[in-house]
């Protein structure tokens, strides 16, 4: 199928794009996203608070192997990414529900700028004050009755959508 190596990606283009998860708790959720950050050629996945990291037989067994070609990093706190994003440059995005957000069918990436946007807790979301530090949130539309979605398959959507507007095919 012509697919790299996970050393050929590691050196390969990525998009402008750091995906950063606030408490994210189910193992099953994280290498899930692991996997979709290695689909579309993300720059870093960072972890922070309690998501746990690699290596992981839990994690594993939904990135595939995606947790050795992805970049990683942890922090145990997670302004303290937001912080060191912003302070290189970041537009730090916020996936969440919350007044004035922005739908993100409106939300267009700036093809000069780089962005992080944060995933959170399945049950309580992003956390108040990293959500207080972000430079935008970002609501995806729904029609349903739930008004949410597992934050694997929500991060997936987030990701395509800038994937789209950088794509390194």
């Known amino acids: 199928m012509n697919r790299l190596t996970a050393e050929q990606f590691k050196s390969a283009p990525k998009i402008p794009l750091v995906v950063v998860l606030d408490n994210v708790r189910s193992l099953n959720n994280i290498g899930s996203i692991f996997r979709s950050c290695d689909a579309f050629a993300v720059e870093r996945l960072i972890l922070c608070g309690i998501s746990q990291t690699p290596p992981s037989a839990e994690i594993h067994k939904t990135a595939l192997g995606a947790e050795d070609s992805v970049e990683w990093s ?37 093809p000069d700028r780089k962005y992080a946007f944060i995933a959170g807790h399945e049950v309580d979301g992003v956390a108040q004050d990293v959500v207080d530090a972000c430079d935008v949130c970002i609501e ?18 987030t990701i395509w959508h800038f994937f789209e507007a950088f794509p390194v095919r």
Request: include cysteine; proline fraction near 4%; aromatic fraction near 8%.
């Open 74 to 110: 942890y922090y145990a706190d997670t302004l303290a990414a937001v912080a060191n994003l912003k302070s290189a440059g970041y537009t730090v995005c916020c996936l969440e529900q919350v007044n004035g957000s922005v739908m993100l069918n409106d939300f267009k990436p700036d």
């Open 140 to 157: 995806i539309p729904q029609a349903g009755t739930k008004h949410s979605l597992n934050v694997a398959v929500s991060t997936g959507i």
